[in-house]
């Protein structure tokens, strides 16, 4: 059955992460995606290792279901053949700087004027607009500069490097399918096209969520481990005996008496509801030192029947092979283009 978005043509200049992942997600959905690749520039989700075949893995990955047209927008004929490709298209996604598309000749009022209809959406760093929108930057950046990291990791190392692109996928790729999907709402209502400005600086300020209103609403700035869900309190992770983790979000009444009772801490089952950081940190302590007594499959086994939000932290190969995420169906085979499968992550939205 064709996918949800099979009546949309998308045209994609973009590199990197953000918005190969936007497109990727549109082609999942089912929409027509067409590639637009410089000969000579570096994309380094191209290089990065590991490889398989010619490509890098991620590369191979990103490029799920899309086409791919390689031309030198800088060269004449290259524009003209965007102009007349863009007239059969509904969506253009890119990620230069601004002004760079403009100066190619292939911007936003350029196509426009050609296509009406258009939805052209921009992702970049810091926007189109600001002292900073010329600025280069990456996820790490990002995060700095919309005050995620400030709240992050322990008190007394600071901030870590994620292990995810927050920025670039929560906050590019995610808002910019957000609002490509709102903008074709609009147009089937209005017959209009409409111009998407997406700031992964933006989208990272807006996601800092719970933390963001105590900030701007109470006055009240969260650091690290100072707040309820950032190890403020016992909701952390805890080592085991073979140096594995146990993730413990046992908040409410009914999950931290179990997580108590399971640990053989009931007498605790007060301070897990104490607000007071004395009493949670005396908790952690505990909590800890008798995690550290079992290996993580030891705690699997006792966790497996109890409804207390405690979970083993486990490698994305170890995770492939949950069988909740195996019954989700969310590691599928994909041909990389020579006909030798690579196992990918399957799309998360499922139409039932």
Not at 93 to 116: C, H, S, W
Not at 129 to 154: E, F, M, Q, W
């Amino acid at each position: 059955m064709p996918g949800p978005l099979s009546t949309l043509k998308v045209l994609d200049f973009s590199t990197l992460l953000p918005g190969p992942y936007a497109t990727m997600m549109l082609a999942d959905m089912g929409a027509e995606v067409l590639r637009v690749e410089a000969p000579d520039r570096v994309d380094l989700a191209k290089v990065m290792p590991p490889f398989d075949g010619k490509f890098s893995t991620t590369f191979s990955y990103l490029s799920r279901g899309k086409q791919t047209l390689q031309l030198n927008l800088k060269q004449p004929e290259s524009v003209e053949k965007i102009k007349e490709l863009v007239k059969d298209y509904d969506i253009v996604v890119e990620q230069f700087r601004p002004g760079v598309m403009d100066r190619l000749g292939v911007g936003y009022e350029t196509l426009k004027a050609i296509n009406p209809k258009l939805i052209y959406c921009a992702i970049t760093g810091y926007g189109q607009t600001g002292p900073h929108k010329d600025r280069a930057g990456h996820d790490i950046n990002y995060l700095a500069i919309s005050g995620v990291a400030s709240h992050c990791g322990r008190a007394d190392s600071g901030p870590p490097p994620m292990g995810i692109q927050i920025a670039d996928v929560a906050g590019g790729s995610h808002h910019a399918v957000m609002g490509i999907l709102a903008a074709v709402i609009q147009r089937q209502q209005t017959g209009q096209g409409a111009f998407i400005d997406i700031s992964m600086t933006d989208a990272a300020f807006a996601l800092n969520a719970m933390a963001g209103a105590a900030a701007l609403a109470g006055g009240v700035e969260q650091k690290p481990e100072g707040g309820m869900l950032n190890g403020g309190t016992f909701y952390d992770y805890y080592q085991t005996s073979d140096g594995r983790w146990l993730s413990v979000g046992s908040l409410e009444p009914q999950f931290s008496a179990r997580l108590c009772d399971a640990l053989g801490l009931s007498e605790m089952k007060s301070q897990a509801l104490s607000q007071k950081p004395d009493d949670q940190k005396q908790l952690k302590a505990a909590i800890q030192e008798k995690v550290k007594e079992k290996t993580l499959a030891e705690w699997q086994e006792i966790f497996a029947g109890q409804d207390a939000c405690v979970e083993p932290v486990l490698t994305i190969s170890e995770a492939a092979e949950h069988p909740q995420l195996k019954v989700r169906g969310m590691v599928i085979e994909v041909d990389r283009g020579d006909g030798e499968m690579q196992r990918q992550s399957g799309n998360p939205i499922k139409f039932v």
